[in-house]
């Protein structure tokens, strides 16, 4: 499927007195990732909370593979690895400018409504969605 | 006016790369003084957002003047020193175990509705916060 | 093996807009839970680092059930699986106050020298270690 | 004096239950536009430290006009006011896409060796940074 790569810079206020990233930064980047990716097809996700769909997350995995220092100049790789109408799962890659691997992770996200209760995408949003998708990955972005 | 003093044990999330805690923490820390200031006078601000008001800061000022390390045992005091139909102003002073003073600062904040237009408490629950203030100072909390 | 519960009052900074608590403060508080339980069991983790061993994560796995709010009175369950001269695992749970299990995780830990390299613990600290979870456990805390 | 326009797009995790930016993210945000300005002008602070200066901030001021919201992309203008052997003075302005100002704020910052203890930055390190201080002025960059 269609992946994503945002640049990262490490910001001070992310690392912690052992002198590289705290670990709970990697969630926060792998949003951003997301983020991304949702802006690259067209679908930001300001727009899914407009027509009331919120996507939480359910699982996190993260594996830490080597430690990131302030002013790394880093790539998040992330790919949508699975969309269905009630759910989504991503995963991502977080590597350094020395194309070290730092992290690997994955999430999995539901959808639900304003009241927090599950739901589907409805038939013509999920219809854009995986147009979009299909656009993203014809011109070459996978 | 009255005064509240919160104890924060520092995490070491709030720790950055010079091995002492970040200085964006300390607004933090403030807020959870707010918030327990407003709880112990019986008004927690859940009940405020409920009722349709929400705070927002409007000014906030900190001098740091000596790091606070990972698990630190602090106290935050914190004073309400007004409090208007349309605005509210606190003070707090961050204290470590050894009675050195490591910050201080001060917060302004006004009154705004669920569309974040200023606007004023109503009478009730004004009256209500200001016998509560009252009720907190003669109890000899002050 | 031995447990901890440890009390986390929500903090307004730690919501998004989703009105909920943000995910990724969750291993920020799985991390709370860990320091209170090596405070508790008298080798708190200040003095790993002092004795120049640190402890870095490997692997987060977090599950979210339900979501916590602003004030919510939370209960971090901490409970160490698993430790040797150069891992440690823990797993956790979070609770709130309607006794609604909201997340829970696992981490698993490496230690690491101050150059960031792998190494076991010196037998003394070790062993020290060892017999103060066992009188943790005799004490009927877990 | 110089200055540097930064770009930042609001993260979901910045955000909290008002549905705005947390008012503790416009520190983070002040110090990138000190990094950047830092790593513009050729003395990234990653160099500092490691020469054995570490900038601790000692005054924060930040006054909040309008409220951010998750995907506003952000400018971030940074200004250093005044630059010392022993202090320096940055200001900032933050301004999202419809060119609308929501925070300003400044720092004030002390120079410390790695014990601490304020100290001056030496001659060599100091020239060569007003110097590259001019050379970005003459570049037009003011």
Known sequence: ???QISEVIVRYAETDAQGVVHHATY??????GRSDFLRKIG?????WEQQGYFVV????NTRYLAPAFY????QVVTRLERIK????EFSYQVFNQHQQLLA???TRHLIVDADKQP???NGEFYQQLCSKLEQQQEAGND
């Open 57 to 60: 997350v359910v699982d996190l």
């Open 85 to 88: 109408k009630r759910l989504m």
């Open 71 to 74: 002013e790394d100049r880093l």
């Open 43 to 47: 679908v930001p996700y300001s727009d």
């Open 104 to 106: 690997q992770g994955s």
């Open 27 to 32: 969630p926060v980047w792998f949003e951003e």
């Open 1 to 3: 499927m269609a992946q």
């Open 119 to 121: 739901c589907a995408l």
